[in-house]
């Protein structure tokens, strides 16, 4: 029996990455999912999730044995996700565990952030984390309890160069996990945040690093602070939905309000 037996869970950018590899694992460890990606094209310097991606994700948790309800939808718009998530907690029962996910990630130096490009990561890294919370908490009130896990990262601990609107945001996360798990701990729901350090996505792909690498020629000095205290670059999906399974377990039963990091050491370098 798994970890997650009978339980429903909420992945918001599933399609692919991080979101994939969670919804997957839940599954695996008997979770029946809902998955939720925008699965259009955001303008970012790497590709964007496809309908492809969400209907692979979707045969994927549906090998495992369990259901899976997926939609395309933006999680900027508050009621256009609550439509979605009420109609698959009603078709799937209930729900037990929150994952926010869903998030961009444009680096560029200080001087090249544009009004556009700020505004895009608050929209979608902090409003749409903040969406997600309020369309799920409900349902996880209603179940008589549950776990939220935020996804912030790294760069929501410590500072990270060329990522002034990312890390704004990031760290905005952090702070929402905590506020939010001090007003629904009366109902035995836990919120906490997770901060990976770099991941083998498509938000991490050489069009990101060679904006990163460009900005490092003219600022060397900065370069260690990515440095990862542990001998390895990128770390796997896999390695993060390792986290994001125990906080949405009941191995982590006592656990709120906490920041839990893997990230193989970089905020500590």
Excluded at 204 to 222: C, F, M, R, T, Y
């Amino acid at each position: 029996m798994g970890v997650l037996e009978g339980k429903v869970a909420l992945v918001t950018g599933a399609a692919r990455g991080q979101g994939r590899s969670h919804a997957v694992r839940f599954a695996e460890e008997g979770a029946d999912v809902i998955g939720v990606d925008i699965a259009a094209d955001l303008g970012v310097p790497y590709p964007s999730s496809t309908t492809e991606d969400l209907a692979e994700t979707a045969r994927l948790v549906e090998k495992t044995g369990r259901r899976i309800v997926t939609a395309q939808v933006d999680v900027r718009d508050l009621a256009a996700l609550r439509t979605v998530v009420d109609d698959a907690v009603g078709e799937l029962g209930r729900l037990d565990v929150v994952v926010a996910n869903a998030a961009v990630c444009v680096p560029a130096m200080w001087d090249r952030v544009t009004p556009e490009l700020f505004e895009q990561h608050m929209s979608t890294n902090v409003t749409g984390v903040w969406n997600t919370a309020m369309v799920g908490a409900p349902h996880l009130v209603a179940a008589g309890g549950g776990s939220m896990v935020l996804i912030s990262s790294a760069a929501g601990l410590t500072v990270q160069p060329f990522l002034i609107p990312y890390t704004t945001s990031k760290f905005a996360v952090r702070g929402m996990a905590k506020a939010f798990a001090v007003e629904l701990g009366e109902h035995d729901i836990r919120v906490n945040s997770v901060h990976p350090s770099a991941v083998k996505t498509p938000m991490g792909s050489n069009d990101v690093l060679a904006i990163i690498g460009e900005a490092l020629e003219a600022h060397p000095k900065l370069g260690g602070m990515f440095t990862n205290i542990l001998p390895v670059e990128q770390l796997e999906p896999e390695d993060i939905t390792d986290t994001v399974l125990f906080l949405a377990s009941d191995a982590s039963k006592t656990m709120t309000a906490h920041e839990l990091a893997p990230d193989a050491g970089v905020t500590e370098y």
